[in-house]
């Protein structure tokens, strides 16, 4: 399965890709409950992935065939996440971009670098059949990135949940995207993003996914207070919000 098969409500979740030391407890499945039954309305406005002519405008834009992006939506990124992404590295030229959950965005930023100067994309996501599919579906529109079968660890720095075991990453991160893991395990899951925090040199940036969502607003008030030296502001780009830091010093 890739981005082009048709869109489930839900992420793909399961268990069996949690270490055994970060299984899910009764208070991390309470908070799924809570949070989901408190954001359902933003996760129906959510699955229309953004409007046919804002397809047709960013495949056009990036020169891909029209079928290259046919389902959006839900779980995976909107046209309105998608143009940010391509507006952010037209304008800023990032030679090394991070992203934390793979899909249709790992087309469009490894498509966006190849036309704008280069760069490098090194994308993690714990699926390792989805990342198989996706690096043959991205050869498929020309393009490559350092796409990763990247297993789970216990978070660090305290948050709950999970995050990549992702080994080696460059040293500096012009632009790190935050798209997993998915809210499913813990609706604060993405705030572990802040280890990477450091590699970020002044001006580069990190954009957070889903921004709207109460669980993702909870961590974006946390890295304010941790990261004075940031600049956090929501974008809403599209039906789920975007939460651009960028490093002021």
């Known amino acids: 399965m890739t981005s082009r098969e048709i869109t489930p409500f839900m992420p793909l979740m399961d268990d069996s890709v949690l270490p055994a030391d970060s299984r899910r407890t009764a208070s991390d499945l309470v908070h799924v409950l809570v949070y989901g039954a408190i954001g359902w309305p933003w996760l129906v406005r959510s699955l229309s992935g ?10 056009a834009r990036l020169d891909l065939a029209p079928d290259a992006l046919p389902h959006l939506g839900s779980w995976k990124a909107d046209t309105g996440f998608l143009h940010l992404l391509v507006d952010h590295i037209e304008a800023a030229r990032p030679r090394a971009v991070v992203e934390l959950g793979a899909g249709a965005s790992s087309l469009v930023v490894a498509r966006a670098l190849q036309r704008n100067g280069g760069g490098r994309l090194v994308s993690c996501d714990q699926h390792a059949g989805f990342v198989e599919a996706t690096r043959q579906w991205l050869r498929e529109n020309g393009v490559d990135a350092d796409l990763r079968a990247t297993p789970f660890k216990r978070s660090p720095m305290g948050w709950p949940g999970v995050w990549y075991d992702h080994g080696p990453l ?26 990477l925090f450091d590699r ?6 990190v954009m957070l996914d889903d921004a709207a969502r109460p669980g993702e607003r909870v961590v974006a008030r946390r890295w304010r207070k941790r990261w004075p030296n940031f600049d956090f502001q929501l974008i809403q780009a599209g039906t789920k919000g975007t939460l651009v830091g960028t490093r002021l010093r």
């Open 50 to 59: 953004g409007s046919r002519e804002a397809k047709q405008a960013l495949l």
């Open 170 to 195: 460059p040293g500096e991160i012009d632009l790190l995207l935050v798209d997993g893991p998915p809210w499913a395990i813990h609706p604060y899951v993405r705030g572990a993003a802040e280890s």
């Open 200 to 205: 970020l040199p002044i001006g580069g940036r």
